[in-house]
């Protein structure tokens, strides 16, 4: 199938929210720490001791970014896995209180996965993809609640949710709050008291195969893994010694170019919302247009088949995300689109990085109206 189009040119990488390339400072960081940290930290020798000194380093790095003590943080062997380990370990360490787990109904897979473990409350959101935070209050009031799990931003379609309040109605409740601050982490800081939070380093531009875990002192933590210590939060057996420094190292230097990155990509966002939407026909931007990430925006093609928009695309050289149904293994159109009420096929998600240049934006623009109405057209519309 031939969509009509200008030629492809170079490529452009726009689903930074699934992997963002890797920062230079990644590359340096892992080939040095790879020269000088391969060996394991927990041994007294030479080598174990060097090994060592870079794990606190790292640690030390991601704690003071993060505001937390050095103590309260661990690496996981992911994002999901440390988000997983939140929720499973949250639940465990209360599990003398109850079995409930309340959370927002635009968690990532990863967290709707664990709350299958428990008795889940789920609280919706309103169409712009904010939290419900009268049913929110009235949800973690409940009896049995042993840990509320709210995402920092929406995944899917960039809407910055209300932590802080959300953490004011836990905290009065007596429920502790986890919040999985993938999206959120080396872009903007994350709001005041939650009780625990996971990230993940590739998706700030560090290395793939690094979570980090942040488990608050004072909060009740039970390791879901058979290990000897079944109260310290980390990952049983060994990690990648360079992988964490390098994302340690990746994430003060994406923390440092945070600000003026925000500017410049917000502003490149909302070229793409309006533009979007004054070139394409029956097409619906998605997500909170002002409390929202400032590098991520979504939009729905009626009468467009997903998986072809997104084939269409990569063959003009662009990489772009999509939730729906026909792109998910599951089958099923995004639930966190669903939970929105907003129109789930025909969806994509664009996001943006340090690397993406404004003739990326531009070219992206000229090409998307005709190839969208090339895919209506082949589909007789």
């Not at 009509?4 to 963002?20: E, I, R």
């Not at 787990?101 to 993809?129: F, K, N, Q, W």
């Not at 400032?294 to 997104?310: I, K, N, Q, R």
């Not at 998307?368 to 007789?380: S, T, Y």
């Amino acid at each position: 199938m031939d969509y009509t189009g200008d030629p492809a040119g170079a490529p452009a990488y726009l689903d930074s929210a699934t992997a963002a390339p890797p920062h230079p400072v990644t590359r340096e960081a892992l080939l040095a720490a790879v020269a000088d940290g391969w060996a394991d930290p927990s041994r007294l020798y030479a080598a174990g001791r060097r090994a060592q000194q870079l794990h606190e380093a790292a640690t030390a790095v991601v704690a003071e970014i993060l505001g937390v003590r050095a103590d309260e943080v661990s690496f996981q062997p992911s994002g999901t896995a440390a988000a997983q380990a939140a929720v499973l370990g949250g639940l465990g360490g209360r599990a003398r209180v109850g079995r409930v787990l309340v959370h927002s109904a635009i968690e990532h897979s990863a967290v709707l996965h664990a709350a299958r473990t428990a008795e889940a409350v789920e609280v919706g959101v309103d169409r712009l993809g904010r939290l419900d935070l009268d049913a929110w209050a009235t949800a973690v009031r409940a009896g049995g609640v042993a840990l509320a799990g709210l995402i920092s931003a929406s995944h899917e379609v960039g809407t910055v949710q209300p932590v802080a309040a959300a953490a004011e109605l836990c905290a009065e409740a007596g429920v502790p709050l986890f919040v999985d601050a993938a999206q959120t982490v080396g872009r903007a800081p994350v709001p005041p008291g939650w009780s625990l939070l996971s990230a993940s380093a590739h998706k700030w531009g560090g290395p793939a195969g690094v979570g980090v875990l942040v488990v608050r002192k004072g909060v009740r933590w039970l390791s879901p893994y058979p290990q000897d210590d079944l109260y310290r939060p980390r990952h049983p057996g060994a990690l990648s010694l360079p992988a964490v420094v390098a994302a340690a190292a990746s994430l003060r230097a994406v923390v440092a170019e945070a600000r003026s990155e925000a500017v410049r990509l917000s502003a490149l966002v909302d070229r793409i919302r309006e533009r979007v939407a004054a070139t394409v026909p029956d097409v619906e931007i998605v997500g909170d247009p002002v409390e929202r990430l400032p590098h991520l925006v979504t939009f729905s093609c009626l009468y467009v088949d997903g998986e072809a928009l997104l084939h269409a695309l990569d063959r003009h050289g662009f990489a772009v995300s999509s939730g729906s149904s026909c792109t998910s293994s599951t089958l099923r159109p995004s639930h966190v689109l669903e939970a929105m009420g907003v129109l789930s096929h025909g969806n994509v998600r664009v996001s943006l990085h340090r690397e993406t240049t404004e003739a990326d934006v531009e070219r992206f623009l000229t090409v998307l109206p005709d190839v969208v109405a090339a895919i209506r057209k082949e589909a007789g519309i």
